[in-house]
């Protein structure tokens, strides 16, 4: 369609181009090559913390909700979907469903309280067709799969244990039992099914044509477990400019101020807005590190229309005119995606492995020959290949701020030279 070049190949991006010709350009794989990572565990490794360490997706969620999240708990993403028996086996018809606030919420409350293997849930309602499901109880454990295909017109997951595989549950080191906590996620999920397809609200939707909101689907699971502070890894103020409770919960998580934004219906507009506050909270001293994030790109991606990716990048591009005129040359600039978002290709295919550019502007960074945004005019920057673990350790060294290697002047682990080491006293 586009003549064998990407989106942001074929888009025109005069303010993209206008930083990376000022700087340097280079690629960026968030968690290394091939690897596809979602947007929060892209933005977690970003802001400086190890993939080993992430605690789970539902836990920022839960915290963008306002829902608190208490030492042993696990808790777990739920979201009201479609699904219909096909022999022995359930099938998700539809994820995305429509369906009222409150319609959604007397479901909740009708499938709120279970026990099954020692353990006990309790589901809480967060707004439109998603939920919370807490698991408590000594043998919980975050170590279990989703039961979401992310698909619709698919075989729903059969909830199973972790313990044991060289994978993600490996690497957080999970807590508890998890064939027991899959068995009783097994057991809460079936009863819930046969609740809500007989709950009232589902009997009226199916008469009126609409779909039932008859399934639960469960992803994202999560543990709390200790996580260092942004400013105890950095000498930052940091903040984040974005939208959605993921966002607000991973800041409140990880200690950096959180500014929503409601999206506008113009791309452009929207973050042309969204630089504005940014630049404005830089301006009135309330912070001195500022993330910018849309999802608008995303969006158009995950639609597989290739064109509509090109106009909303293009669109967004123009939003960035203030950032690209701007002459301040204590202001390090650094544009990025956290992810590659494949525009063709089946609905399995969500995100991609493949590197995405990167372009960096500021006093101390030198200027290249790159001088078009873009995959391929990019991979020639100095740069070179980075990753999310990359990123803030050159943001130090960018801004003057890291310190060595092997240098311990603050009790938290970190390279950066702190603010205000604590001073040595006489008595």
């Avoid at 970003?46 to 909700?65: H, Q, T, V, W």
């Avoid at 589902?202 to 994202?220: D, M, S, V, Y």
């Avoid at 991979?379 to 673990?389: D, F, N, S, Y």
Wanted: proline share 5%.
């Amino acid at each position: 369609m586009l003549n064998g070049s990407t989106p942001l190949e074929a888009a025109s991006t005069p303010n993209l181009d206008t930083i990376v010709s000022r700087g340097s350009g280079g690629l960026h794989c968030s968690l290394g090559h091939g690897v596809p990572p979602g947007t929060d565990t892209a933005h977690f490794v970003f802001f400086g913390n190890r993939l080993a360490d992430y605690p789970g997706r539902a836990l920022f969620e839960a915290a963008g909700a306002g829902l608190a999240v208490e030492s042993g708990e696990v808790v777990i993403k739920g979201s009201f979907c479609h699904a219909e028996s096909r022999g022995d086996v359930l099938h998700l018809v539809r994820r995305r469903i429509d369906i009222e606030d409150e319609d959604a919420a007397e479901l909740v409350s009708a499938i709120a309280q279970f026990e099954s293997e020692g353990l006990s849930f309790e589901l809480i309602h967060t707004g439109g067709k998603e939920s919370i499901l807490y698991v408590r109880g000594d043998s919980s454990s975050d170590a279990i799969t989703d039961s979401d295909p992310y698909a619709d017109d698919t075989p729903l997951i059969a909830v199973e244990a972790m313990d044991g595989l060289a994978g993600e549950a490996g690497r957080r080191g999970s807590a508890g039992n998890g064939e027991r906590t899959a068995a009783g996620v097994t057991a809460y999920l079936r009863w819930a099914h046969e609740r809500l397809t007989a709950h009232p609200i589902n009997q009226q939707r199916a008469g009126a044509g609409e779909e039932p909101a008859n399934f639960l689907t469960t992803k994202w699971t999560a543990r709390r477990r200790p996580i260092p502070q942004f400013s105890q890894r950095f000498p930052f103020r940091g903040a984040s400019v974005a939208s959605g409770p993921l966002f607000r919960g991973l800041c409140a998580e990880l200690g950096l101020s959180f500014r929503s934004v409601d999206y506008l219906d113009d791309a452009g507009d929207d973050m042309a807005r969204r630089i504005d506050v940014a630049l404005e909270m830089l301006e009135s001293d309330t912070c001195d590190f500022v993330h910018v994030h849309t999802k608008l790109v995303d969006h158009a991606a995950h639609t597989k229309d290739p064109e509509l990716k090109r106009t909303t990048i293009e669109a967004c591009d123009s939003g960035l005119a203030r950032l690209a005129e701007l002459e301040d040359p204590e202001t390090l600039i650094i544009a990025t995606a956290d992810h590659a978002t494949a525009s063709s290709g089946g609905p399995l295919l969500i995100h991609t492995g493949e590197p995405v550019p990167i372009a960096v502007l500021g006093r101390t960074v030198p200027v290249d020959d790159v001088t078009r945004f873009s995959e391929r005019t990019c991979r020639h920057g100095m740069l070179g290949m980075t990753t999310a673990a990359d990123l803030m350790p050159q943001v130090l060294n960018w801004t003057d701020k890291t310190g060595y290697y092997g240098a311990r002047m603050s009790p938290f682990t970190q390279i950066a030279r702190p603010s205000a080491a604590n001073p040595f006293t006489a008595e």
